[in-house]
């Protein structure tokens, strides 16, 4: 069964067209992120949430903003999409985020096209 | 420096070959090490995680060198299905529990 769902599994969208990709878990994890993975290189983390604290990275653009209604799910939304912003989008959740131990679990992505 | 460096190869080897990889690390407070495995266009999936005293999965042996900063993996007896990218991933790199990523060392096992 499925742990980590994120829907669509690709998404296209028009330029500027605001755009929401989602994440759900079944793990009750408390942590969740959201990482943006381009062809050949590593997934670059945007956001995370523990518990309902976010923390977003330094250098994640404002055109990118996230909410966590529940534990449950989390969403990734692209205010103004732009050509470099199409990637395949990674969510992924690790138990507690207060443990070296910690191993995260990824869902299959979304793979955003922009036109 | 990158906190996680990887040689992006490809290492391009034969059925049966055995292959090794590196990753070296920034932090020496690092605390917890893995490799991930991404087939093409699949998100990432835990392969195995890296103790100090090395650990063996069947054909695969991760290792930690902590004083030289780099863990290995070492696939023996290679198949073609093991034709993926292997991720590096550190934890504490930055000072956190947050998962530090490498880019990733491409392998392609052909017959």
């Known amino acids: 069964d499925a742990m980590v769902i994120q829907n669509p599994r690709y998404q296209v969208t028009q330029f500027g067209k605001p755009v929401t990709l989602s994440c759900s878990q079944t793990?009750?994890?408390?942590?969740m992120y959201w990482y943006q993975q381009k062809s050949s290189q590593a997934p670059k983390l945007l956001f995370h949430y523990y518990d309902k604290d976010f923390n977003n990275e330094a250098d994640t653009p404002d055109n990118f903003q996230s909410r966590r209604p529940n534990t449950s799910f989390c969403f990734l939304d692209i205010r103004s999409p732009g050509l470099g912003d199409a990637a395949m989008y990674l969510c992924a959740t690790s138990r507690s985020g207060s443990s070296s131990t910690d191993t995260q679990y990824f869902g299959p992505g979304t793979r955003l096209t922009v036109l | 420096r990158k906190e996680v460096e990887q040689d992006p190869g490809p290492f391009n080897v034969p059925e049966g070959a055995t292959v090794a990889f590196n990753c070296t690390y920034s932090n020496s407070a690092s605390q917890s090490f893995f490799w991930y495995r991404q087939d093409c266009r699949k998100e990432p999936k835990l392969l195995m995680s890296?103790?100090?005293s090395g650990n063996e999965d069947g054909r695969f042996t991760a290792q930690l060198n902590r004083a030289s900063q780099y863990i290995s993996l070492l696939i023996r007896d290679s198949k073609l299905s093991d034709s993926a990218t292997y991720l590096c991933?550190?934890?504490?790199?930055?000072?956190?529990?947050?998962?530090?990523f490498g880019r990733g060392t491409s392998l392609i096992v052909h017959p």
């Open positions: 793990l009750n994890h408390n942590v």
């Open positions: 890296v103790y100090s």
């Open positions: 991933v550190v934890n504490g790199a930055g000072g956190s529990y947050i998962p530090t």
